[in-house]
Structures are given as structure tokens and as C-alpha cells.
């Protein structure tokens, strides 16, 4: 297993903000699901459970995030998913998804 961090310098300029502010949480659910069918298989991922905790502000009539906390009982971050998660724009998951999502929380969360 790599030492490296991912290098996320100049790719906030390159994967821009989502508009929808709800994409942080859309790709932290579908992480944990991801992670539950890795652990237990498609059949038995009823038994995976997710919890998550999001702490908002309000100023007036908006809403704003200021944490999110996922906790899951999937697969893990095992060595695989680690090198992978320090590879920007890799898709060897699916050609739709190349991990670019965890930018949303950089954008979203700092």
C-alpha cells in the first residue's frame, strides 16, 4: 500500500461545485451502500446499516451545511479502496465513476 495523499492542488478548479447542494450527501449514501453490497453481497445487504448526522446552520431563510458525519458497517477503506481513493480521475470502479465526487465534500465542507 502507497504512502501518497491524495493530491488535490488545482483540482477544485477542474471539478467545479455542484449546484445541487444535496450531492455531498448524495455521494456519501452512495458510498455506504457501495461499501454495505461489497461486505454482504447484493442478497444479504439488508443487513447493512448507515447512519448519517448533519449538523446545519440557518441565517435567515438559508440553510447551510457545516458537518456531515457518515458511519456505515460496509467493507471498509481496505488497501484497494485507499489506492484508489488517491487516484483522482480513476475509473476502474465504472466509466461513469472516476471518484471525483469526494470534491463535492472539499467544495462543500473545506
Request: glycine share 8%; aromatic share 12%; proline share 2%.
Amino acid at each position: 500500500m502507497s504512502t501518497t495523499q491524495a493530491d488535490t492542488k488545482g483540482v477544485l478548479r477542474i471539478v467545479k461545485k455542484s449546484k445541487n447542494y444535496l450531492t455531498p450527501l448524495f455521494e456519501a449514501f452512495t458510498n455506504s451502500l457501495e461499501a454495505i453490497e461489497a461486505k454482504y453481497g447484493s442478497q444479504s445487504a439488508k443487513d447493512g446499516h448507515i447512519v448519517i448526522t448533519l449538523e446545519v446552520s440557518k441565517a435567515g431563510e438559508q440553510f447551510a451545511f457545516e458537518k456531515m458525519s457518515v458511519y456505515d458497517n460496509g467493507v471498509g477503506f481496505n488497501p484497494e479502496n485507499f489506492e484508489r481513493f488517491n487516484r483522482l480521475f480513476d475509473d476502474s470502479k465504472s466509466k461513469k465513476n472516476n471518484g471525483s465526487g469526494r470534491i463535492q465534500y472539499l467544495h462543500s465542507f473545506g
